[in-house]
């Protein structure tokens, strides 16, 4: 069978500092018609921009600069825009990563659905509006025959997801391009998307085109998976293959990062004093309770994982910690002693005494202080350094976190790349000495290999300095890799805490069997199992709704 | 009639070229992407400018003097004002040279990266600032000295009723305008600048502490922000000048500093608006709850973490404010209660010399007086405006 999108020596330029740099470097991608092709690397390997490219399409500021994208006998890259107007959508549709920001909030979601068959003249409106309940329901959203005459800000993420699938389905096209579409997604959500992208794109026999960061995710999709690594194929093979003998170094790397994992920690001695305790703490936001007698301990030189889904209240938990939302009840206690409830009424060394990683690296760096500014305020405001011996500091900091200090005192946050800013994150929290650092969730956000290595650089410091993490994370690898007490959060509820050991083997309360069960895994036959083992509606939110 | 027809028949001939031309383009590139995907609009614009282009070249070549003798006054004002426009291309195609080569690396860098509208907007703002601060210097006479010759005409031809001795003429009362104009620029222009740095030096600091502080003292500001604006600020102005007029008097304080106090409240709304409006978006970010919760201040909050990242907004509104001020400050004097003769003013000046825009017809070099000064507020105007624009495009890291 001859290829529905053939890919030849693809090369992409981006316009910046008044020069074209090479995107991608001559990649071909060969699909047939019902293939899915799973595309992984890390970010800026160039996936995003292939997948566009797929399409004829280039972000503002890119250009195409060699190769041709032939769909159906088309090339894109040369066809006029009336051409290229008459194929998206109808005959190539894309599903980007965050539906929430891709719908328009002003109209419904229906109205979204039939915009493409009646404008493409495929379909008229009422029959379109049929087929779109109808693929709603192939999706398996709940009400699907009035989930469509909601606004999208009335659903969920993982249901506007799927949604925004059935969009793309509504011309039956015969390409659609998935851009990371379950990244935003917590696991149990995920699961569902994947379950129904999958079917769908089986059902009609579309085929596709999956980008994702996420091995796990891309075995359990795709037929055959193409690895980039900075706009240069590294190596392309069928799944099973490519996941149980990988050729390539690079690939082999990031096969072993999920291997990664800190050796267990001997028991807390009984009697010991934790460093934080939270104690039974109620808090609110407004009038509606949103944490409910939440406890837990953490002690010196250990890490307690908070695990749970968004809006289970890990990050709520922290705010309590660090005295931004003072608890309604309840206390927090520090070395025994319990701290004022608001940050403002806690002393210097208190507030030194207890630091925070955050999440977005972008937003918890000032954009307008270079890295020796941003380190060597901490350093000054809480150590009274000044001059050559806060310079010093600031060096010493630097190395700690691996970063060549001469190279990098002087640069802008904006000059570095996002495991870079989450270092200059832990650097920032080192510099006043603290006993105790929050992070939160300051992985999710990277590509795994860096991700690793940001996890290996905080284990060694807690090694180093003895320092205590509180580890607030929805990932269960990132968990396994470094958690040595573990606290599973459901709707501001503590479900279920205890040490790893015993988090990880059965039984477990049925929640925590859900969110690990969940969890992707490398076998391709993966997702089959779970959906033959547990049915399609025992899983993800159906399943959570059910408890 | 007819005019209403020749018009019609012009357009008909610019939207039939537009055609012409991208079809004759799709033929003779072989259909490049450019003329490929021209939409008509497009098209029709390229035509009209080329229209434009040669209309403007047969306009400046036409004759000074129609055949029956009278001055043809369109033409001599178009062509000082396109020589006007090569002259400042090439003096800021000049200055971006002169600065690529002399200064420090880093100066000489920003003169490489730097479009010819921010080297025009330097140039002249760095003339107004020399001719502002050495004015006494400058000028040829005082600004309040009465001459011999009262309404010598502009460009020292003595043919035309002009004077060598005063190349920009005099006004009614024989005050030499180019020592006005030079002297305008100190009182209107420092004036200004000293009344937006104070508006944006009140507003500011307002605007964000309310921004970070919220609360009630948000609630309060904001309000009584809002009974401020919601009266027009001209005649608002107008009002507080007028009472100031007798308190001046009363307290021997001269009405320029009532004047630049007034004016900096009343614009200082409008800075405490965008500055809290700014700053509600940077107070969510979380380097400032990292900030906040290392225990600093309100001071290092406002200055250290939060201006930073709102100077490039308030930059460009410094640009619009000034413009304003000015305009303000030209009004008020056009009015009569803004600065007090003798100082010279450029809007009192427009004021006074405006009666000369009438022998424009006939006699071009008398008419130019009052738009001497009127030109001097909008080049300034506009090259404030130009500088701002490239501050902001450089500072928000917009590429292309």
């Known amino acids: 069978?001859?290829?529905?999108?053939?890919?030849?020596?693809?090369?992409?330029?981006?316009?910046?500092?008044?020069?074209?740099?090479?995107?991608?470097?001559?990649?071909?991608?060969?699909?047939?018609?019902?293939?899915?092709?799973?595309?992984?690397?890390?970010?800026?390997?160039?996936?995003?921009?292939?997948?566009?490219?797929?399409?004829?399409?280039?972000?503002?500021?890119?250009?195409?600069?060699?190769?041709?994208?032939?769909?159906?006998?088309?090339?894109?890259?040369?066809?006029?825009?009336?051409?290229?107007?008459?194929?998206?959508?109808?005959?190539?549709?894309?599903?980007?990563?965050?539906?929430?920001?891709?719908?328009?909030?002003?109209?419904?979601?229906?109205?979204?659905?039939?915009?493409?068959?009646?404008?493409?003249?495929?379909?008229?409106?009422?029959?379109?509006?049929?087929?779109?309940?109808?693929?709603?329901?192939?999706?398996?959203?709940?009400?699907?025959?009035?989930?469509?005459?909601?606004?999208?800000?009335?659903?969920?993420?993982?249901?506007?997801?799927?949604?925004?699938?059935?969009?793309?389905?509504?011309?039956?096209?015969?390409?659609?391009?998935?851009?990371?579409?379950?990244?935003?997604?917590?696991?149990?959500?995920?699961?569902?998307?994947?379950?129904?992208?999958?079917?769908?794109?089986?059902?009609?026999?579309?085929?596709?085109?999956?980008?994702?960061?996420?091995?796990?995710?891309?075995?359990?999709?795709?037929?055959?998976?193409?690895?980039?690594?900075?706009?240069?194929?590294?190596?392309?093979?069928?799944?099973?293959?490519?996941?149980?003998?990988?050729?390539?170094?690079?690939?082999?790397?990031?096969?072993?990062?999920?291997?990664?994992?800190?050796?267990?920690?001997?028991?807390?001695?009984?009697?010991?004093?934790?460093?934080?305790?939270?104690?039974?703490?109620?808090?609110?936001?407004?009038?509606?309770?949103?944490?409910?007698?939440?406890?837990?301990?953490?002690?010196?030189?250990?890490?307690?994982?908070?695990?749970?889904?968004?809006?289970?209240?890990?990050?709520?938990?922290?705010?309590?910690?660090?005295?931004?939302?003072?608890?309604?009840?309840?206390?927090?206690?520090?070395?025994?002693?319990?701290?004022?409830?608001?940050?403002?009424?806690?002393?210097?060394?208190?507030?030194?005494?207890?630091?925070?990683?955050?999440?977005?690296?972008?937003?918890?760096?000032?954009?307008?202080?270079?890295?020796?500014?941003?380190?060597?305020?901490?350093?000054?405001?809480?150590?009274?350094?000044?001059?050559?011996?806060?310079?010093?500091?600031?060096?010493?900091?630097?190395?700690?976190?691996?970063?060549?200090?001469?190279?990098?005192?002087?640069?802008?946050?904006?000059?570095?790349?996002?495991?870079?800013?989450?270092?200059?994150?832990?650097?920032?929290?080192?510099?006043?000495?603290?006993?105790?650092?929050?992070?939160?969730?300051?992985?999710?956000?990277?590509?795994?290999?860096?991700?690793?290595?940001?996890?290996?650089?905080?284990?060694?410091?807690?090694?180093?300095?003895?320092?205590?993490?509180?580890?607030?994370?929805?990932?269960?690898?990132?968990?396994?890799?470094?958690?040595?007490?573990?606290?599973?959060?459901?709707?501001?509820?503590?479900?279920?805490?205890?040490?790893?050991?015993?988090?990880?083997?059965?039984?477990?309360?049925?929640?925590?069997?859900?969110?690990?069960?969940?969890?992707?895994?490398?076998?391709?036959?993966?997702?089959?199992?779970?959906?033959?083992?547990?049915?399609?509606?025992?899983?993800?939110d159906a399943a959570v709704d059910k408890m | 009639m007819s005019s209403l027809l020749t018009m019609a028949i012009i357009l008909a001939v610019l939207l039939g070229g537009a055609y012409v031309f991208r079809f004759a383009g799709q033929k003779i590139t072989n259909n490049a992407p450019m003329f490929r995907d021209m939409g008509y609009g497009v098209a029709f614009g390229y035509v009209l400018a080329a229209a434009l282009l040669i209309w403007a070249v047969w306009y400046y070549l036409q004759p000074l003097e129609t055949d029956a003798g009278m001055k043809n006054a369109g033409v001599q004002f178009f062509r000082w004002a396109v020589q006007g426009f090569i002259i400042a291309a090439i003096a800021a195609f000049l200055f971006r040279l002169f600065g690529q080569f002399v200064g420090t690396a880093g100066t000489r860098k920003l003169f490489r990266s730097m479009p010819l509208t921010a080297s025009f907007g330097i140039l002249v703002i760095l003339l107004y600032a020399i001719v502002a601060i050495f004015a006494g210097a400058i000028a040829p006479y005082g600004q309040a000295e009465i001459l011999g010759a009262a309404n010598v005409t502009a460009g020292g031809d003595p043919a035309l009723g002009g004077n060598p001795e005063y190349p920009l003429g005099t006004d009614q009362i024989g005050r030499d305008i180019l020592s006005r104009l030079i002297y305008g620029a100190q009182n209107t222009v420092g004036i200004a600048f000293v009344t937006t740095c104070l508006a944006f030096f009140i507003g500011g600091s307002l605007g964000f502490l309310a921004a970070t502080l919220q609360g009630w003292l948000d609630q309060l500001l904001s309000r009584s922000v809002d009974v401020l604006m919601a009266i027009p600020s001209l005649i608002f102005a107008l009002l507080l000048m007028t009472i100031a007029s007798v308190w001046a008097v009363e307290l021997g304080v001269p009405l320029t500093i009532f004047m630049v106090l007034i004016i900096a409240v009343i614009d200082s709304t409008r800075v405490y608006r965008l500055a809290r409006a700014v700053g509600l978006n940077i107070v969510v970010m979380d380097y400032i709850e990292a900030a906040k919760l290392r225990g600093e201040g309100l001071g290092y909050l406002v200055f250290k973490e939060i201006l930073p990242n709102a100077m490039a907004p308030l930059l460009a509104e410094f640009g619009l404010r000034f413009c304003f001020v000015f305009l303000t400050i030209a009004a008020l004097s056009f009015l009569g209660v803004g600065i007090q003769p003798p100082l010279a003013d450029w809007g009192t000046m427009v004021r006074d010399l405006a009666p000369f825009i009438n022998f424009a017809a006939f006699a071009p070099t008398a008419a130019v007086t009052p738009l001497l000064a009127a030109g001097a507020i909008a080049l300034l105007t506009v090259a404030v405006n130009f500088v701002v624009d490239w501050m902001l495009h450089k500072s928000s890291g917009l590429k292309e």
């Not at chain 1, 149990?188 to 079917?199: D, G, Y």
């Not at chain 1, 072993?256 to 009697?271: C, M």
């Open chain 1, 1 to 540: 069978m001859s290829n529905l999108l053939t890919i030849r020596g693809l090369k992409i330029e981006g316009r910046s500092d008044e020069t074209w740099n090479p995107i991608i470097n001559g990649v071909d991608l060969n699909l047939k018609k019902g293939e899915v092709l799973g595309l992984i690397g890390e970010s800026g390997a160039g996936k995003s921009t292939i997948g566009l490219a797929a399409m004829g399409y280039t972000r503002d500021g890119v250009r195409i600069s060699e190769g041709t994208v032939e769909f159906d006998g088309i090339d894109l890259v040369r066809a006029s825009a009336a051409v290229k107007r008459g194929l998206l959508g109808k005959r190539i549709a894309y599903v980007a990563q965050s539906a929430a920001a891709s719908f328009n909030p002003a109209h419904k979601l229906i109205d979204q659905h039939t915009e493409a068959p009646v404008q493409h003249g495929v379909d008229n409106r009422a029959s379109s509006v049929e087929d779109g309940i109808e693929l709603y329901r192939k999706l398996r959203l709940p009400n699907p025959d009035e989930i469509g005459f909601r606004y999208p800000h009335q659903v969920s993420g993982g249901q506007l997801q799927r949604a925004m699938t059935a969009m793309a389905m509504s011309c039956r096209p015969d390409l659609i391009i998935f851009d990371e579409p379950t990244t935003a997604l917590d696991v149990t959500t995920q699961i569902e998307v994947l379950a129904s992208i999958r079917e769908i794109v089986e059902e009609f026999d579309t085929a596709a085109i999956y980008i994702t960061h996420d091995l796990a995710v891309v075995a359990q999709m795709a037929d055959t998976i193409k690895v980039l690594l900075r706009g240069d194929e590294v190596e392309e093979a069928d799944t099973r293959t490519m996941l149980s003998s990988p050729k390539e170094d690079y690939t082999k790397s990031l096969w072993a990062v999920r291997a990664f994992e800190r050796p267990a920690k001997p028991a807390v001695s009984t009697g010991a004093v934790p460093v934080v305790s939270v104690r039974n703490v109620t808090a609110a936001y407004g009038t509606t309770d949103v944490l409910h007698d939440v406890s837990f301990d953490m002690h010196a030189g250990r890490t307690v994982a908070v695990v749970g889904e968004s809006g289970s209240g890990k990050s709520t938990t922290a705010r309590c910690i660090t005295g931004l939302l003072p608890p309604r009840i309840g206390e927090i206690a520090f070395d025994g002693e319990v701290l004022p409830a608001d940050y403002r009424k806690r002393s210097k060394d208190q507030l030194r005494q207890a630091q925070m990683i955050y999440q977005m690296a972008d937003t918890a760096l000032n954009p307008r202080k270079t890295i020796g500014q941003i380190i060597g305020r901490p350093v000054q405001f809480y150590g009274g350094l000044t001059g050559s011996a806060r310079r010093a500091r600031v060096n010493e900091l630097l190395e700690q976190i691996e970063l060549e200090p001469s190279q990098y005192f002087n640069r802008l946050p904006s000059e570095l790349s996002g495991g870079q800013k989450q270092r200059i994150g832990i650097a920032r929290a080192l510099a006043a000495e603290p006993k105790f650092i929050i992070c939160d969730e300051v992985t999710s956000a990277l590509d795994q290999l860096v991700a690793e290595g940001i996890l290996r650089l905080l284990g060694e410091l807690q090694d180093k300095l003895g320092l205590s993490y509180m580890f607030i994370t929805h990932d269960l690898a990132t968990v396994k890799a470094i958690a040595d007490e573990v606290v599973v959060m459901k709707d501001g509820k503590v479900i279920e805490q205890g040490p790893k050991l015993d988090m990880f083997t059965p039984p477990h309360h049925a929640y925590t069997d859900l969110l690990l069960s969940s969890v992707p895994e490398m076998d391709p036959d993966w997702l089959t199992n779970l959906l033959q083992e547990r049915g399609v509606d025992n899983i993800g």
